[in-house]
């Protein structure tokens, strides 16, 4: 069988070096690469190398070290490793917001996450007018969560997924679920944005949604497209 090439790696050069970087890959996913030697600046080329098999590990997990910017080095591959950067921008890592520390996301970021997990005693903040999106299968927030005005967490998993709070409420702005194998939920979700549900089933049988109207906003639902359901009840005030 033909295996396609990864996008933007076929006949790169790549100077004369050592080693080369290879971005954009998917975690837990066979890949196959070979080599070929150029002579100088003209066109001709030796053969291939042998073809060589790796399969990439799957997804990290950072854990929080300290306070501060998401997008600074308070993260660590270990509960209690070195400082180091997280990657947020992929959806290959996962995150966890340990007990004690308040991470806070920039206002008008995007964040992509695989898992997110915020434990008893720390705090996940979304920034004003940014997105949280986790493509993973499981959101659990014992901790709290702030979510500022015009932020959206949503669940793009390709797999069945589940948002989990025992915690107390969890208070959003606005939710979006997009996953095509559904998402339920044990929950107590206020919404004070809007609810999306532009894939799959959300199961909310086991948890209580409400979408929330004050002074400043109304929570809506929005529109259900055709192959969406809504499982449970929902509270809507007005």
């Given at each position: 069988?033909?295996?396609?090439?990864?996008?933007?790696?076929?006949?790169?050069?790549?100077?004369?070096?050592?080693?080369?970087?290879?971005?954009?890959?998917?975690s837990i996913t066979d890949y196959y690469y070979r080599v070929r030697f150029a002579v100088g600046d003209s066109c001709a080329t030796s053969?291939?190398?042998?073809?060589?098999?790796?399969?990439?590990?799957?997804?990290p997990t950072y854990y929080s070290r300290g306070s501060g910017a998401l997008r600074d080095a308070i993260w660590s591959i270990a509960h209690n490793g070195p400082h180091c950067y997280g990657s947020w921008d992929d959806g290959n890592s996962s995150m966890v917001v340990q007990y004690g520390h308040t991470v806070t996301e920039a206002d008008s970021d995007f964040v992509v996450v695989n898992d997110v997990r915020v434990d008893t005693g720390g705090t996940l903040g979304l920034g004003a007018v940014s997105g949280f999106y986790m493509i993973g299968n499981t959101a659990t927030f014992t901790g709290t969560v702030i979510a500022h005005d015009q932020s959206s967490f949503a669940m793009y998993g390709s797999s069945a997924s589940?948002?989990?709070?025992?915690?107390?409420?969890?208070?959003?702005?606005?939710?979006?679920?997009?996953?095509?194998?559904?998402?339920?939920?044990?929950?107590?979700?206020?919404?004070?944005?809007?609810?999306?549900?532009?894939?799959?089933?959300?199961?909310?049988?086991?948890?209580?949604?409400?979408?929330?109207?004050?002074?400043?906003?109304?929570?809506?639902?929005?529109?259900?497209?055709?192959?969406?359901?809504?499982?449970?009840?929902?509270?809507v005030q007005r």
């Amino acid at each position: 069988n033909t295996v396609p090439y990864l996008p933007g790696y076929q006949n790169v050069p790549v100077g004369n070096v050592n080693s080369y970087e290879v971005t954009g890959l998917n975690s837990i996913t066979d890949y196959y690469y070979r080599v070929r030697f150029a002579v100088g600046d003209s066109c001709a080329t030796s053969g291939y190398s042998n073809i060589v098999h790796v399969t990439t590990t799957g997804a990290p997990t950072y854990y929080s070290r300290g306070s501060g910017a998401l997008r600074d080095a308070i993260w660590s591959i270990a509960h209690n490793g070195p400082h180091c950067y997280g990657s947020w921008d992929d959806g290959n890592s996962s995150m966890v917001v340990q007990y004690g520390h308040t991470v806070t996301e920039a206002d008008s970021d995007f964040v992509v996450v695989n898992d997110v997990r915020v434990d008893t005693g720390g705090t996940l903040g979304l920034g004003a007018v940014s997105g949280f999106y986790m493509i993973g299968n499981t959101a659990t927030f014992t901790g709290t969560v702030i979510a500022h005005d015009q932020s959206s967490f949503a669940m793009y998993g390709s797999s069945a997924s589940h948002l989990q709070s025992a915690g107390g409420p969890l208070n959003l702005y606005s939710l979006d679920i997009e996953t095509p194998d559904g998402t339920t939920t044990d929950a107590t979700i206020n919404i004070r944005g809007t609810l999306d549900v532009g894939a799959g089933d959300f199961n909310t049988t086991s948890g209580n949604v409400t979408l929330i109207s004050t002074a400043a906003s109304t929570g809506r639902l929005g529109q259900l497209l055709a192959g969406t359901s809504y499982t449970g009840n929902l509270t809507v005030q007005r």
